[in-house]
């Protein structure tokens, strides 16, 4: 080889590229040593081919993990590895901010080289949910999927085939859920779903009062506004796209900033002028308390009211509907003899009165105002109501269609759009709520519209039948991330209830453990995408592939491939096309629509499209404001629909009222089960993982430790110090872990960020801190929505 070798570099005919390959290799110096001649010439032309490699800078992006952000990440790469990560220098403008990653886009080389990486192909062997493994080849795995798939289809059809909200690798072009569910299309469907465990309820509350989700502005407005209400909403820790860099700037201009949560947040800590606590699940009583002194002083906007609005007062309702339902006569008690005063409120939320009205008061008069709601309000038992409660403040005060004002609620107004590859049909066309899919295992044939089912025929009033094969393909929310860990244990270690679960992940997590066949996934750095940020978004990055598949993992494109070639429907699923393929031709779709986004070349050469906010500024409903007659809300009224005939007519007024209003809550600070489990328990998007992805990243743990929050007055009731292990309890399960003593929590609350490994001890007793080991499967009313930030629990010294 070594003749072979000079003769070639000799007669210059190696290329280039060979060279580096070569002189890199462990065996080449040694080779190459002994004559100084040559030698000297190898030394100088190796000092070339290492500066060359080490100049080697892949622009990429953590586009498929789900966080808020999606960041500009430059590999450094070297001989094939991935040697350092750095991120956006250029210069922030106001219009064009930078992407500039944080400490878990800079910890990724812990994620891709993590020595616990899944290697192989595995088979369970023991129990479902010991996490007893056998390595098998790729071929055995997709010769078992393929046979019990079709096993599993023949007896129960396609509706018993499922593939689980995950989204370690979604919001992408070639997502593996979607995948997964292109190829169950072709092969006789299977049972879909909608919602997210993001957003269920306020996706599908604000549409009640807007007609669409489609609110908010261009983040841009926010310098226009006198005054930014954060409420419940956390940009400094979740992102949110660059939310938290334009509410600074809007700091800056001397805007003031509140924050509304009942820790005080990063987000309060940062950029806050004034933090309010609130007792969680109880911001919609502030806010009826809040409507109430604008209300009664006079505060509100009449002509905005009189001119856009349906149901603020008697003389604004639709047909039909008895006299004393409008938001008015609620507010003021009418009918209830309960006026929502700030003082009937503070006993509620722990909010004082006088901050209530003074809120109130500033938000009505100093406009425009941005309020801008954070989903973890919405994330609890009646998360909607908190919803509508802030599309209807911001309607009363005429902050919406302003610049500087925010059309509150989902929030999802967006500057770039990508083409993910199609899904294609679903020939049996049922949905579930996502949240409802341990439900659908253990009584589908009992589920109907009334669970939020959506597709059902005519003649069809639940589903067809239980479900019976899962593929949770890279997500934790078969157990650890959705809720009730224990009882979801039991209802997966069944084996007569599912008959095949396929786990594909990076790690052997708590879900992994539940799998029947575990795959191994490649990471994002070892393949092709495109991601854009959270709303309210206006960049879309290239997730370049920087390194080769690691081990045997393959991306979950390439085995469904193969899975796909088994089913024999291979070419209708790829069409022909390799994964960066698909790439390029969504790259294509998103050009005929959108002229600016770049080639493909220029994509990857600059790594990030960015929408600049000069001149592309957006407002919702605008138009409606300034042009009602041309532009009508897309309402069943045409208006904003502050009393909705549509919510009315669900007849299900207590739990689903046609106007916002508080309703006290299960597990919330009024229910008797207090005198049991007397604090309430929240989670929080923490800023040291992306849910549970990173809980084994040791340098984020030391970043930030998994702790509880508890306020020092709760700790000292319980004669607990700060740092002890504590056990915390409800009915539902036990976690043990380090507490947090510290007043950045209201009294009567405590908080574990969500998103921990669920490491159940031989007695069931979680040792490591999943919140979810203690949250309900109870769904909230209209959305079937998770409530994931409503419990109740009691914390003693372990
Ligand atoms: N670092 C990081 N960023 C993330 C994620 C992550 O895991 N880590 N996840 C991403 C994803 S998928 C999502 S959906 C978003 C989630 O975004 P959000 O749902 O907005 O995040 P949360 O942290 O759940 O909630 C926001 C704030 O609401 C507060 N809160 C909880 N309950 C109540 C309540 O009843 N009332 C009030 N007023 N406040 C309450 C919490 O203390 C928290 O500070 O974040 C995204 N960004
Ligand atoms: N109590 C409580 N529970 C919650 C929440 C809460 O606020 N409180 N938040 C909810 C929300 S908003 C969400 S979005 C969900 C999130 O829950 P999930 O969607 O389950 O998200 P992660 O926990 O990040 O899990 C993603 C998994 O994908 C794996 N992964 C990463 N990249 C890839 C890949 O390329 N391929 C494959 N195959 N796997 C990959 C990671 O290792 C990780 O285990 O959690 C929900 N659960
Ligand atoms: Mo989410």
Request: aromatic share 8%; glycine share 8%.
């Amino acid at each position: 080889m070594s003749n072979g070798f000079f003769n070639e570099l000799n007669e210059k005919k190696i290329s280039r590229r060979k060279f580096i390959k070569w002189s890199g290799a462990v065996s080449a110096p040694v080779v190459l040593g002994g004559i100084a001649t040559t030698g000297n010439m190898v030394k100088k032309a190796g000092a070339e081919s290492a500066a060359k490699n080490a100049d080697e800078l892949v622009l990429t992006t953590c586009s498929t993990v789900n966080c808020g952000g999606r960041c500009l990440i430059k590999a450094h790469i070297n001989n094939g590895v991935v040697t350092r990560l750095t991120t956006d220098t250029k210069a922030d403008t106001f219009e064009l901010p930078q992407l500039r990653a944080c400490i878990r886009g800079r910890g990724y080389r812990q994620f891709v080289y993590n020595p616990d990486r899944l290697k192989y192909p595995m088979k369970r062997v023991g129990k479902r949910g010991e996490g007893k493994f056998e390595r098998i080849s790729w071929e055995e795995a997709i010769d078992y999927i393929a046979k019990e798939l079709t096993r599993i289809t023949e007896k129960y059809g396609p509706a018993s085939r499922y593939s689980n909200y995950a989204s370690g690798h979604s919001g992408s072009i070639i997502g593996a859920g979607n995948m997964i569910q292109r190829l169950f299309g072709l092969t006789g469907g299977y049972l879909g779903f909608h919602n997210s465990y993001s957003s269920a309820q306020t996706t599908n509350a604000t549409p009640f009062t807007y007609g669409t989700t489609q609110t908010g502005s261009t983040l841009d407005n926010l310098s226009h506004s006198k005054m930014i209400i954060l409420w419940g909403h956390n940009p400094v820790e979740t992102r949110f796209g660059v939310t938290d860099f334009y509410v600074r700037k809007a700091k800056e201009n001397g805007v003031k900033i509140v924050v509304i949560d009942p820790r005080q947040s990063d987000t309060a800590v940062a950029l806050a002028d004034e933090w309010i606590p609130i007792a969680p699940t109880t911001d919609a009583a502030m806010m009826d308390a809040m409507t109430h002194v604008i209300i009664t002083e006079n505060l509100y906007d009449k002509s905005f009211v009189d001119q856009y609005c349906v149901g603020f007062d008697e003389n604004h309702m639709p047909d039909g509907v008895p006299e004393g339902e409008s938001l008015k006569s609620y507010i003021l008690g009418e009918k209830d003899g309960v006026p929502k005063t700030p003082e009937w409120a503070e006993k509620i939320t722990r909010v004082p009165a006088s901050t209530i009205r003074r809120l109130a008061r500033e938000y009505a008069t100093n406009k425009p105002s941005a309020l801008m709601q954070g989903w973890g309000p919405q994330r609890q038992a009646y998360g909607e109501q908190f919803v509508r409660g802030g599309t209807v403040l911001a309607a009363i005060t005429g902050n919406v269609g302003v610049k500087g004002g925010w059309a509150s609620g989902a929030g999802y107004i967006s500057l770039v759009k990508t083409t993910a590859v199609p899904k294609g049909d679903n020939p049996v066309g049922l949905t579930i709520p996502c949240f409802l899919w341990t439900d659908a295992i253990v009584r589908g044939t009992e589920m109907g519209a009334k669970d939020g089912v959506k597709g059902l025929a005519e003649e069809q009033d639940a589903l067809p039948v239980n479900m019976k094969a899962m593929f949770n393909l890279a997500g934790n929310t078969l157990i650890n991330q959705h809720s009730d860990c224990n009882k979801t244990a039991e209802i997966l270690s069944d084996e007569s209830l599912l008959e095949l679960i396929v786990v594909s992940e990076i790690f052997m997590t708590p879900s992994a453990k539940f799998a029947d066949i575990l795959l191994p996934s490649n990471t994002f750095m070892e393949r092709w995408d495109v991601g854009t940020t959270w709303a309210p978004s206006q960049q879309a990055i290239l997730s370049q592939k920087c390194i080769e598949n690691m081990y045997e993992s393959k991306s979950d494109y390439e085995w469904m491939t193969m899975l796909a070639k088994k089913l024999g429907v291979e070419q209708k699923f790829t069409e022909g096309r390799k994964e960066l393929d698909w790439i390029k031709w969504s790259i294509e779709e998103s050009r005929k629509t959108d002229p600016n986004f770049p080639t493909f070349e220029e994509f990857k050469k600059e790594g990030i499209y960015q929408v600049s906010l000069e001149g592309n500024s957006v407002v919702a409903f605008e138009q409606q404001i300034k042009d009602p007659k041309n532009n009508k809300f897309e309402t069943p009224s045409g208006k904003i629909e502050i009393f909705s005939k549509a919510l009315w007519d669900m007849n299900d007024h207590e739990e689903i009222p046609a106007i916002p209003k508080y309703i006290s809550s299960w597990e919330g600070p009024e229910d008797p089960l207090t005198e049991k489990y007397p604090l309430q328990l929240i989670g929080w998007h923490y800023k040291r993982r992306c849910h549970s992805t990173f809980d084994n990243n040791k340098w984020l743990e030391e970043a930030g430790p998994q702790v509880m929050w508890m306020n020092e007055r709760d700790a000292a009731a319980r004669n607990i110090k700060d740092g002890d292990r504590v056990k915390i309890f409800n009915d539902r399960g036990e976690v043990h872990m380090p507490v947090k003593m510290t007043n950045r929590v209201i009294p009567g609350t405590i908080a574990i960020p969500q998103g921990a490994w669920w490491s159940p001890d031989k007695n069931g007793v979680d040792q490591r801190g999943n919140v979810n080991t203690l949250t309900s499967q109870r769904p909230s009313p209209l959305a079937k929505g998770n409530p994931q930030h409503t419990n109740l629990v009691e914390v003693a010294r372990v």
